[in-house]
């Protein structure tokens, strides 16, 4: 089903300078004279298939850093639309499904600003440069240099392109990384791991879908028919005890997980981190984040080949997918067992100005209320450090 995109966007790819052939390693001669092996390979119908199916990775295991896998400022902005383009367009197959458009789109509008917030404030702190360095040292916009915090990054495509296609995938399941998200400020930092903390629904990706928005939307039903006291009823279907229940196991499991395996983790696995303090929590925290929410990223500075790492990380990798799918299986089951119930005055509108704010609103405090200690202990703590 991807192919008809992947073939002609895997040919850009290869115009624009990513490697695409079935050789080994080349030997080449340096500007010193020296021998340097050069590897080749399939890297990009790979590149294509990672980022359309938000698969994340790299052939060279550098992610989308390497430069034959990510050579140029084009083939990054290639690399993000690839990221993007399934994930925001999926809230338009769920209107045309349920033949009312109006409801995709209340989705796409809260996706795009919750993709677009987190970005923005962390370009904007990675251009800005790092603050902890002292003020001789000159990190403006200059002929020498793109300026900005450049640690971790490359000068390619300096610190706006670098944090671009970075942050700009937190929100879905692909991790891609063209930079040390370790080496981002605590704001730039923040920028990666709170979409991933909201469990990735700004836009979600292409094996989750729309799933985890969807259950913010009925969760967001709830609560609006109640705060005005009309029936909570979603795409005619009435939303009783029991699919409040679901969808409630559905929306907890992964804090829970999140929670639970860093807490248990600063214990018996500290010294897998490579700072102490806020920083050392952070990876900590980002690394069940990533691993509960299928996102794959992590911060270069936890070790985790350890036993504790690789089973506690796997483990809460199946909670993520596992705990989630089912009960969300069975809510759709309930859901669609119940008799279609017609739209009356008495129905909360599910696709106006009003419930679209209510969901922002909802998707940010339960994300907030969740994870606010957390997130004060570790990117808050160390920016104010």
């Not at 796409?108 to 917030?117: E, R, T």
């Not at 360095?133 to 020498?144: D, F, R, T, Y």
């Not at 009960?327 to 009356?344: D, K, M």
Request: with cysteine; net charge positive; hydrophobic share 50%.
């Amino acid at each position: 089903m991807l192919l008809p995109i992947a073939v002609p966007v895997a040919i850009l790819l290869v115009g624009l300078g990513t490697v695409q052939n079935l050789h080994g390693y080349r030997a080449a001669t340096t500007l010193e004279g020296a021998t340097q092996l050069l590897p080749g390979g399939p890297v990009a119908t790979q590149v294509v298939m990672k980022t359309l199916g938000t698969n994340g990775g790299g052939f060279y295991n550098a992610n989308s850093a390497h430069p034959f896998d990510n050579p140029n400022v084009a083939t990054n902005l290639v690399q993000i639309f690839l990221c993007l383009v399934i994930p925001f367009a999926l809230p338009f197959m769920f209107g045309a499904l349920v033949k009312n458009r109006r409801q995709g789109r209340t989705l796409l509008v809260v996706m795009a600003v919750l993709w677009i917030i987190p970005l923005t404030f962390g370009m904007i702190a990675e251009s800005r440069g790092n603050t902890a360095l002292p003020a001789s040292v000159n990190q403006s916009v200059g002929a020498g240099q793109s300026g900005g915090n450049m640690e971790g990054k490359d000068v390619r495509f300096g610190a706006g392109g670098s944090t671009l296609l970075t942050l700009g995938s937190m929100g879905t399941t692909a991790g891609i990384s063209s930079s040390g998200v370790g080496s981002y400020t605590p704001t730039g930092q923040a920028g990666a791991l709170v979409p991933i903390l909201l469990g990735e629904v700004s836009p979600g990706g292409v094996g989750s879908g729309l799933v985890g928005m969807l259950l913010y939307v009925l969760f967001s039903t709830f609560i609006g028919g109640l705060m005005v006291g009309r029936t909570p009823i979603y795409l005619g279907r009435r939303l009783g005890p029991t699919e409040m229940k679901l969808v409630m196991i559905a929306t907890l499991v992964v804090p829970i997980a999140v929670l639970g395996v860093a807490a248990i983790s600063t214990v018996v696995a500290s010294d897998t981190v490579s700072q102490a303090g806020a920083h050392g929590l952070t990876e900590i925290v980002y690394a069940a984040g990533s691993a509960t929410n299928a996102n794959g990223s992590a911060m270069g500075g936890l070790t985790v080949t350890s036993s504790w790492c690789l089973i506690s990380l796997g483990v809460a990798m199946m909670i993520g997918r596992f705990l989630v799918i089912i009960p969300a299986l069975a809510l759709a089951g309930s859901l669609g067992r119940q008799p279609f119930l017609a739209t009356t005055e008495a129905s909360l509108d599910t696709t106006g100005r009003t419930f679209t704010w209510l969901l922002l609103f909802i998707v940010v405090v339960v994300g907030g209320l969740t994870y606010l200690p957390t997130i004060v202990l570790t990117v808050v703590h160390a920016a104010l450090g």
